[in-house]
């Protein structure tokens, strides 16, 4: 029983491990503001659950695991939150979204850059 | 390589983010040295409240910074030349850590093996912060209301609570509303928490005041300065601040009455051990309502200014 436990939670672990770096390569190699917003906050929303709870499964019921647990809530709730105010914040600053690829043919001239 | 990376940039934004970061892999050093203490409140002052101050700073002083009118190789030779005499000197230092050297024998070991006996709080950082060393603390304390006194003195709060409520641009997001009414409630939970337990996990007064600002911060930020002062106004963080000095200073003197030295908190009750108990938490609220006042009044300070064109 305890080696699955052990395995559930190097799992876990390693998909968290996985998901960050997917984040950061998402955060260097995009090229406009909300499509990195994207990136970063949906897999670090979910890489620091997935870390913590691989984490949890090797603790012992104490008070430290609930607090781990009420760590991850408050990250659930706070990274999309964060992430959605800075998208608002850049709309009101007057960020627009790339819609189009720079490279496309020249008859694409509508494009409204970042 | 941060620090490296916010001497060469000129964008001011992105300097005040990268001193987030660099406080965030401090506090992460810290505890890789099993500094657990120091590392809350580097986490919480450095990475938490003084990203938010010097952004707000930002609207003052303008998005980037000068080109600088001097070339850098006299400054440059000047610090390689100050550096290399400081690192000459740390040579002859006993290596960090060692419990042979001298720093580490003279009262440090009374204060590990009595710590816990003599003043009754199982977190030793508390019991040398607040106890043993509480003059300093004291100093630090006065520092942090006359750091205070200088912004208000330079800045001033100005009085707009009468002005009809400015509508804050973060207003206009539901999500974000309603999520921070949530998290107000158990960021203040959370700070009184750090507050009475600092005696037996990490916490105490320093981390509690900002941790108890930053809720309010926060509030300010999201539904507006107008909103924030008509909550906390800001005559009572005046009153607030000098009264959490005042609490400091009163435990100090009140054994004097007594007989007993200054700041000897045995003297505030029967038994010595109650005694120290007392004296530590009373001198930690008084340094979370001066840490939380100032901190407050700074943001107060600098919010809602504009850049003198």
Known sequence: MSLLVELLSGALLLAGSVLCITGGVGLLRLPDFFARVHAAGLTETLAAPLLLCGLMLQMDWSLDLLKVAMIMLFILATNPTASHSMAGAALHGGQRPLVTDPDDEPQEDKSSTA | ?309
């Open chain 2, 1 to 309: 390589m941060i620090a490296v990376a916010v001497i060469r940039l000129r964008d001011l934004f992105a300097v005040v983010m990268l001193f987030g970061i660099y406080s965030f892999m401090t506090a992460a050093l810290f505890m890789d040295l099993d500094a657990v203490d120091v590392a809350f409140t580097e986490a919480a002052v450095g990475a938490g409240v003084t990203t938010v101050l010097m952004l707000s700073v930002l609207r003052l002083t303008g998005r980037s910074e000068r080109r600088p009118a001097h070339g850098p190789l006299l400054p440059l030779i000047v610090v390689a030349v100050t550096g290399a005499a400081l690192v000459y000197g740390t040579l002859d230092a006993p290596l960090l850590g060692d419990p042979g050297a001298p720093a580490n024998q003279h009262v440090a070991p009374r204060y590990i093996e009595q710590g816990p006996i003599e003043v009754g709080t199982p977190n030793m950082v508390t019991a040398v912060l607040a106890s043993y060393r509480g003059y300093d603390t004291l100093g630090e304390t006065v520092v942090i209301f006359t750091a205070g006194l200088a912004v208000l003195l330079l800045l001033g709060i100005r009085d707009d609570t009468d002005a009809l409520p400015e509508q804050s641009p973060l207003l206009g997001q539901l999500v974000l509303r309603v999520v921070v009414k949530s998290l107000i409630p158990l960021i203040l939970l959370y700070a009184l928490y750090v507050q009475f337990h600092g005696d037996y996990g990490a916490g105490g007064g320093f981390q509690a005041g900002v941790i108890f600002a930053t809720g309010f911060i926060l509030y300010a930020l999201v539904f507006g300065h107008a909103d924030a002062k008509r909550v906390v106004p800001p005559r009572w963080l005046h009153r607030l601040a000098a009264t959490g000095v005042l609490i400091y200073a009163g435990v100090g003197v009140a054994p004097l009455f007594s007989g007993q030295a200054f700041l000897d908190y045995s003297a505030l009750a029967t038994d010595p051990v109650q005694g120290q108990h007392l004296g530590v938490m009373l001198v930690e609220l008084g340094v979370g309502i001066t840490v939380f006042s100032i901190v407050l009044a700074i943001f107060y300070a600098l919010a809602g200014r504009r850049r003198q064109m």
